[in-house]
Every structure is written in structure tokens, then in C-alpha cells.
């Protein structure tokens, strides 16, 4: 389309430049407006951003992917209002990660390089019927078989499998009872290769082409991503990746809901004011609208520092934003009043919806706390200097026996 080298979209100004005008033009709009009302993922919307170099920029000479470039595409895939296809370009681009980062083969090399062109799409699974949030409820297996590996099980989730051209699946490295041992892997198998079921009818997030897969079959050593007793770690890293991209694809969804929020607000009229003018509504939006910011500052923080991406922060980032997100989308619809929640007159109620989906999608809401307290520190030296001078009697009795029982202080 427009003239760039694969120098310049290194540059995050020109790769921004260049994706928004990608996204501004009419057929790109065409095909993202398709795929929302057939509810299906578009393979078409991969082939332009591979064409156009985009998900190859953030890798250029790197060893890590450059954050900036996926906070830039994720912002404005959230802009699109389509949930669905924000997630499953996310999710391909995750996969690329994980490729780029721990393939060691020269295929799975060939096959990031073609993933990255926009020549064949990808997604990840590892949830199980029986195994979401706990992995290593995992029962799927790799075993090894002929110098390769036999895979067989199923798995629930598998995003857009229907039109992807592999999968990466998070599978136990043994058929023996693993007795909360993890054991888990990570292997890249063609779809050819496996069932893949009817597409999910899904709440919100409809063209993110959900369906589940089935599979007994063999794949060689070469496809092996991670080894068993790693799959969890590495995955870890790409949920990482993706969930930050998540966090980033809410805020460009929460500003396009807020933008278009208050010019309906300074539009439609009531008792003889706009609605802007009423204080109620217009605080309300003002406080969802700094919280909004002030997210997107932090993500432009994690993306400026090196070690400010982990598997905390960003598990901290997904749900802080993606609950924050839900409670704009419901606002948002709420001040639209009846068009809010008429499919006829706005896509508000999509919107909510979709946000709905980023909920459990990527981690839920409860596991991704479980990240973020099993890193909490206790500040004992401050416990200890507040009982000291609040309550010395506890001193004796409390400090020196038991530090970490609550003591009511004041
Ligand atoms: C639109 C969509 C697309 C998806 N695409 C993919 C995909 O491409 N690949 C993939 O692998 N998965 C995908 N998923 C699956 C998603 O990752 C899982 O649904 C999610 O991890 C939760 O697992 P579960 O559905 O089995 O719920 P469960 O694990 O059964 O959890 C049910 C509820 O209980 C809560 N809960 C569970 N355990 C605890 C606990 N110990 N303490 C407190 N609360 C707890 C959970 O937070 C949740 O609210 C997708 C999901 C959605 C909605």
C-alpha cells in the first residue's frame, strides 16, 4: 500500500503511522465490518498486517519482541470496537513470541517467519473441559513415539482454530499420574492434523472464532516448543505478552467508548441542557476517563522500561484494566440510555459484551490475583516501628513471638 521499509517501521512513530493508515482504509474497514456481522475471524486481516510488515517490526534484530510496537497494535485493534478480532490477532502475535523466543528448530523458525508475513495464522491452547485455570489439570499428552511424539487429548478453547493454520498445545510430557508434578510442554502441530469442532457461539468477542479440537497423532521432535517440566514457565512468558496486549487493547476500546460517549453527551439535550451540562453525568465520565489515562500511562511505563514487563505486572495490568473496561462499557451504554442497549442504534452493547470476555479470556480475574499475591511482600521493619510506637505493651508479647499475627493498631 503505502511506500515503507522494514527499517523505518522499527521506528515506533512510523510504524504507527503506518498502521493507522492501513486501518483507515476502506478495505480494511470492509473486512473488519464482515467479519463482526458474520461472527467468523478474518484470515484477510492477518494477511495485511503480515503483508505490511507489521508484526515483523517489533522483532527486527531483537531477542525480545519491542513492547512499544505491541502496545501501539494492540491500542489501535481496541480502537476497532472488535473484540474478537483484537483478541485473535493478539493471540497470533503471542504465538509468533513464543516461537521467535524458544523455537529452536529450523522450522519452527520457518514457520514464525511465515506466521510474522501474514502467510499462515496461529493460536494457542491449553484449556482443557476439565482444566482452565488450572493447568496442570492438563490430561492431553506428548509422549514420545517413533523419534517423535504422540499428541492425543482434546482441548476446549482453542482461538480461531477454525481458520488457523497451527496450534501451540500446552500438553503433559507423560501418561503417568503426575501427582501435581509439573510436567507440562509446548508443542506446534498443524490443524491439519487435528478435529476441530463447531465454532462457539460466544457472548461477545464474536469473530474470535473459538472452537475445540481433538487430537491422536504424531508430530516430530522438531515441533517440540518446550520440554516437558518447562511448558508452564514459557507459556507463562507468552500469557505475559498477551495479557499485556490485552490491558493495552482495552484502554484504546475504553477511549473510543469514552470519545464517543461525551460527544453524544454534548449532543443530545435535556431539560433544556445537554447532557454534558448535567454535573452528574459529566463527573462520572471525567473520573472513568482520568482512571482510563491513567492506565495508559502506566502500560507506556511498563513499555519504556525494560524490567517493567513480567508475568506480575502484567497479570496486574489485564485485570485492573479489563475491570475498569467494564465498568466504562456499562457506563457508557448506560448514558446512551435506550440507544445504549438497542443493537439497532449503537454498538454499545457490543462493547460491553466484549469486555465481558476479556474477563475470563487471558487469565481470569481471580487467577491473575493469585499471580499478583503470590508476589506480596510483608514490610515487617514498618509493622514492627507502628506497633513500637502505637502499642508498645504488644512489643514483648507480639514482635518478638509472632510478627505475622494482625495486631488491631490505634
Ligand atoms: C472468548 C474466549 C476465548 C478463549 N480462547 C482461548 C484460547 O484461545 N486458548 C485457551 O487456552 N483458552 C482460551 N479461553 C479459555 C480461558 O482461558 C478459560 O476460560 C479461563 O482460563 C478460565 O477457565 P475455565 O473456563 O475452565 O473456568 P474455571 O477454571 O472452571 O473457573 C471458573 C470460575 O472459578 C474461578 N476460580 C477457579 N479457581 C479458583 C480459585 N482457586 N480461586 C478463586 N476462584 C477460582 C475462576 O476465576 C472463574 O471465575 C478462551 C475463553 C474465552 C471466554
Known amino acids: 500500500m503505502t511506500t515503507r521499509t522494514e527499517a523505518t517501521l522499527t521506528e515506533i512513530a512510523s510504524f504507527q503511522a503506518h498502521l493507522d493508515a492501513i486501518l483507515a482504509l476502506e478495505s480494511t474497514r470492509r473486512i473488519i465490518d464482515d467479519a463482526e456481522s458474520t461472527g467468523t475471524f478474518p484470515r484477510a486481516i492477518i494477511e495485511v498486517f503480515g503483508r505490511e510488515g507489521i508484526f515483523a517490526a517489533k522483532w527486527r534484530e531483537r531477542p525480545l519482541p519491542a513492547l512499544e510496537h505491541t502496545r501501539i497494535l494492540s491500542d489501535r485493534l481496541g480502537r476497532l470496537g472488535c473484540g474478537g478480532i483484537a483478541s485473535a490477532v493478539s493471540l497470533h502475535d503471542s504465538a509468533i513470541a513464543l516461537l521467535r523466543r524458544f523455537g529452536r528448530s529450523e522450522r519452527l523458525r520457518q514457520i514464525a517467519d511465515q506466521a510474522m508475513a501474514g502467510d499462515v495464522v496461529l493460536c494457542i491452547s491449553a484449556t482443557e473441559a476439565g482444566a482452565g485455570s488450572d493447568m496442570l489439570g492438563i490430561r492431553s499428552t506428548a509422549v514420545a513415539e517413533a523419534g517423535g511424539f504422540r499428541v492425543r487429548g482434546h482441548k476446549k478453547m482453542a482461538s480461531p482454530s477454525s481458520v488457523a493454520d497451527y496450534i ?18 509446548l508443542f506446534l502441530v498443524p490443524t491439519s492434523q487435528l478435529r476441530v469442532g463447531k465454532t462457539f457461539d460466544t457472548v461477545g468477542a464474536r469473530s474470535i472464532s473459538t472452537a475445540p479440537v481433538a487430537f491422536d497423532t504424531w508430530v516430530p521432535a522438531e515441533m517440540m516448543i518446550a520440554r516437558p517440566g518447562t511448558g508452564l514457565a514459557v507459556l507463562s512468558w507468552g500469557l505475559a505478552q498477551e495479557r499485556y496486549a490485552m490491558a493495552a487493547q482495552i484502554v484504546g476500546a475504553c477511549e473510543l467508548a469514552l470519545g464517543v460517549t461525551v460527544a453524544r453527551m454534548k449532543r443530545r439535550e435535556s431539560f433544556g441542557a445537554t447532557l454534558f451540562d448535567h454535573q452528574a453525568l459529566r463527573l462520572r465520565v471525567a473520573e472513568l476517563q482520568s482512571r482510563v489515562e491513567m492506565m495508559r500511562w502506566a502500560l507506556n511505563g511498563m ?3 525494560p524490567a517493567g514487563l513480567n508475568v506480575r505486572s502484567s497479570a496486574a495490568a489485564k485485570v485492573t484494566v479489563v475491570r475498569l473496561g467494564g465498568e466504562v462499557m456499562s457506563e457508557c451504554m448506560h448514558i446512551f440510555g435506550s440507544a445504549g442497549v438497542l443493537e439497532s442504534e449503537s454498538p454499545l452493547g ?5 469486555v465481558k470476555m476479556a474477563r475470563i479470556g487471558g487469565g481470569t480475574d481471580e487467577m491473575l490475583w ?3 499475591a503470590a508476589g506480596l511482600e510483608p514490610d515487617h521493619a514498618s509493622y514492627e516501628r507502628l506497633v513500637r510506637e502505637w502499642q508498645p505493651e504488644m512489643v514483648e508479647s507480639d514482635c ?4 505475622d499475627q494482625p495486631v488491631a493498631v490505634g
Open 303 to 305: 513499555a519504556a522500561d
Open 350 to 354: 457490543r462493547w460491553w459484551r466484549d
Open 370 to 372: 493469585e499471580i499478583v
Open 168 to 185: 501451540v498445545l500446552a500438553l503433559r510430557g507423560s501418561e503417568e499420574s503426575r501427582q501435581g508434578r509439573d510436567d507440562l510442554a
Open 400 to 403: 518478638s513471638a509472632d510478627a
